[in-house]
């Protein structure tokens, strides 16, 4: 397949990572988990169907490419499903109708402290508690969440998740948070940071006896509309024996439902940027009791644009008794201007990752390959069709391109799942929920599914097309290898590329070199090229791809090894399925992350050229 330099490790038995699940059923395809019995102790809680959480529009799309991610977008009020769902109550009340309590009447503790009216509500202040935070146990760090003073609520359902030990990041986080301190965390993604901040803010809710009418107590603020919806999975799960009402706040979502929800009284709100200031200026809520606000992955949400949101959040919000917990992977100018404004003087600073030799986590195989371009579709249609008993994420670099090999490896029966940032909400929601609960099966996707995303036992990280820099490299490879378990990824390069290895060990990074035994690999190149020629539909598709990955490469932001005038498009156009390369217009110089276009120039078959030093 091609040379490389450095150790390189056999990778003859593709099989050997341990699977997700032996069944006895033969079946290729993706598989749903059936629910039987208790979860399995050592995973993250599992999402569970997409019906218990959101109903979603599908009138939105981001025609940007390359695309990671939609922002929000205001949606038609005529939606029938509510988009926030709150816990089912534990008491029943005499007057309180059963079909109230399953559509959403989420008045927990006393159904008579709930005010519909909104102005009514704001007049609701809360009880005068001494003890707003609980302390941490006296002596050493605490290692066990029952040594904790948690209350026994919150201890009940943390057993129930499967959780008897913190990790790094919640033995640092946990017990200052429930003294009250502002925290600025880092920690690697799949560290368990979401129950590091859960938990001091459930409690804060219960100390506090919080009720609907007390309004919101805690916001946490997400990126992405995915990440979002498994916080809010996780929150529900935490909050399984506690009174507080909570919900989720989305674009995509019934913008109505939600306002009469929030109107209602919840006490927890998980939400993306765009929906909640939309909702801070154009709803009657109450949140003048705010207590706690979470602003997680801070680095992605400014990533993708939402500093002005974000600015104008933290300004409406109360400052005076609120705690605020920042996290973010990276420490950029703009995220220390974002902690400025929003935490009060003298937050405590927490990096697990300082403490850590390599920037990615232990139990983590890590390996690259070297393949030219043309063979790069044959060795993934062999891998895949190998460990089709797996369950894989495949990342490429545009959506056309998630597009095209989805519907290709689906036409020739190797089933996949595409998860991008074009599709609709309620697309993405069912995929990504489906993906979550299969046992075993392969998703293709953009990195809308790299951060944050906690999807239960994947065994193998492919990054097909290679990331743009090494941040977003251990971000993707962050699927796997969750909550201490085992994982693999593989990534490949082409000849040209190597140079990016030097990058990747300098964020150390340790990543060795993979061999894929050439007599495994499947040689489907007549055919897929036949096939290709003959179908117009994947024709379109695969023309539609080839261009994509080009203006994705010519984008990239590593221009020194990923140079697009290195690229041989004869082999290029090959591992697409084009005997010779088509025609197409690509911008050339224009940054992913910078939108002054700098010139065109057309890609297509240029007989006679020849490239110094390819063959």
């Known amino acids: 397949m091609g040379s490389g330099t450095g150790k390189k490790r056999k990778f003859a038995d593709t099989n050997g990572a341990k699977s997700a699940s032996k069944r006895g059923s033969e079946a290729t395809g993706v598989?749903?988990?059936?629910?039987?019995?208790?979860?399995?102790?050592?995973?993250?809680?599992?999402?569970?169907s997409e019906d218990e959480f959101a109903k979603f529009s599908d009138d939105e799309e981001n025609d940007n490419e390359p695309e990671e991610e939609e922002q929000e977008e205001e949606e038609d009020d005529s939606e029938d499903e509510p988009a926030i769902v709150n816990e089912k109550p534990?008491?029943?009340?005499?007057?309180?109708?059963?079909?109230?309590?399953?559509?959403?009447?989420?008045?927990?503790?006393?159904?008579?402290?709930?005010?519909?009216?909104?102005?009514?509500?704001?007049?609701?202040?809360?009880?005068?508690?001494?003890?707003?935070?609980?302390?941490?146990?006296?002596?050493?760090?605490?290692?066990?969440?029952?040594?904790?003073?948690?209350?026994?609520?919150?201890?009940?359902?943390?057993?129930e998740m499967g959780f008897t030990e913190m990790r790094g990041i919640q033995r640092r986080c946990i017990p200052p948070l429930l003294t009250g301190r502002d925290v600025l965390g880092a920690a690697k993604t799949g560290s368990g940071k979401t129950l590091a901040f859960l938990i001091p803010?459930?409690?804060?809710?219960?100390?506090?006896?919080?009720?609907?009418?007390?309004?919101?107590?805690?916001?946490i603020v997400s990126p992405t509309r995915e990440l979002a919806l498994q916080i809010f999975g996780v929150a529900r799960e935490l909050m399984a024996h506690h009174t507080q009402t909570y919900g989720i706040v989305i674009g995509g979502a019934n913008r109505r439902a939600e306002a009469e929800?929030?109107?209602?009284?919840?006490?927890?709100?998980?939400?993306?940027?765009?929906?909640?200031?939309?909702?801070?200026?154009?709803?009657?809520?109450?949140?003048?009791?705010?207590?706690?606000?979470?602003?997680?992955?801070?680095?992605?949400?400014?990533?993708?644009?939402?500093?002005?949101?974000?600015?104008?959040?933290?300004?409406?919000?109360?400052?005076?008794?609120?705690?605020?917990?920042?996290?973010?992977?990276?420490?950029?100018?703009?995220?220390?201007?974002?902690?400025?404004?929003?935490?009060?003087?003298?937050?405590?600073?927490?990096?697990v990752d300082e403490e850590q030799k390599f920037s990615t986590v232990e139990g983590l195989e890590q390996g690259y390959i070297i393949c030219e371009a043309d063979k790069r579709f044959l060795l993934l249609f062999s891998f895949l069709k190998l460990n089709q008993k797996k369950k894989v994420i495949v990342f490429f670099s545009s959506c056309a391109c998630v597009t095209y090999h989805s519907e290709l490896l689906n036409f020739i029966d190797i089933p996949v799942l595409a998860l991008h940032g074009k599709q609709k909400q309620q697309k993405r929601t069912n995929t990504f929920f489906e993906f979550c609960n299969a046992k075993q099966g392969t998703l293709i996707c953009t990195d809308v599914a790299a951060r944050g995303l906690d999807i239960p036992a994947v065994d193998w990280i492919v990054q097909f097309d290679p990331p743009d820099d090494p941040r977003d490299y251990i971000?993707?490879?962050?699927?796997?290898?969750?909550?201490?378990?085992?994982?693999?990824?593989?990534?490949?390069?082409?000849?040209?590329?190597?140079?990016?290895?030097?990058?990747?060990?300098?964020?150390?990074?340790?990543?060795?070199?993979?061999?894929?035994?050439?007599?495994?690999?499947?040689?489907?190149?007549?055919?897929?090229?036949?096939?290709?020629?003959?179908?117009?539909?994947?024709?379109?598709?695969?023309?539609?791809?080839?261009?994509?990955?080009?203006?994705?490469?010519?984008?990239?932001?590593?221009?020194?090894?990923?140079?697009?005038?290195?690229?041989?498009?004869?082999?290029?156009?090959?591992?697409f399925g084009f005997s010779?390369?088509?025609?197409?217009?690509?911008?050339?110089?224009?940054?992913?992350?910078?939108?002054?276009?700098?010139?065109?120039?057309?890609?297509?078959?240029?007989?006679?050229?020849?490239?110094?030093?390819?063959?």
């Open 261 to 351: 929800k929030l109107e209602k009284g919840i006490n927890l709100i998980v939400a993306t940027p765009g929906r909640l200031l939309d909702h801070l200026q154009n709803t009657k809520f109450v949140f003048k009791n705010l207590k706690s606000l979470i602003i997680d992955e801070a680095d992605r949400i400014l990533e993708i644009g939402f500093e002005d949101e974000m600015r104008q959040i933290i300004k409406i919000l109360p400052k005076e008794d609120r705690q605020t917990m920042l996290f973010s992977a990276t420490q950029t100018t703009k995220v220390e201007d974002l902690a400025r404004i929003s935490l009060r003087p003298g937050p405590l600073y927490i990096n």
């Open 580 to 615: 010779v390369p088509p025609r197409v217009d690509v911008v050339v110089g224009a940054s992913g992350r910078d939108s002054k276009v700098q010139g065109r120039r057309a890609y297509g078959s240029q007989p006679g050229r020849k490239r110094a030093g390819r063959h």
């Open 90 to 159: 534990k008491k029943k009340h005499k007057k309180q109708p059963e079909e109230e309590k399953e559509a959403g009447g989420d008045e927990r503790g006393d159904s008579k402290d709930v005010e519909k009216n909104g102005s009514d509500a704001a007049m609701a202040d809360l009880p005068e508690g001494k003890n707003l935070y609980l302390p941490p146990a006296a002596g050493e760090e605490p290692k066990k969440f029952s040594e904790l003073n948690l209350s026994e609520r919150t201890l009940k359902a943390i057993e």
């Open 475 to 575: 971000h993707r490879v962050g699927r796997t290898a969750r909550a201490n378990s085992k994982g693999r990824s593989l990534m490949f390069l082409q000849p040209n590329e190597v140079g990016f290895l030097t990058h990747l060990k300098a964020a150390r990074v340790p990543i060795v070199e993979f061999e894929f035994p050439s007599k495994k690999v499947i040689n489907v190149q007549s055919q897929l090229e036949k096939l290709i020629s003959q179908n117009y539909y994947l024709n379109k598709s695969a023309k539609e791809g080839y261009r994509s990955y080009l203006h994705a490469y010519a984008s990239h932001s590593l221009r020194t090894v990923f140079d697009v005038n290195k690229l041989d498009l004869a082999k290029v156009a090959k591992s």
């Open 201 to 219: 803010a459930v409690e804060m809710l219960y100390s506090l006896k919080f009720k609907p009418r007390n309004g919101t107590g805690v916001i």
């Open 31 to 48: 598989k749903s988990a059936t629910k039987k019995g208790k979860p399995a102790p050592a995973k993250e809680p599992t999402l569970e």
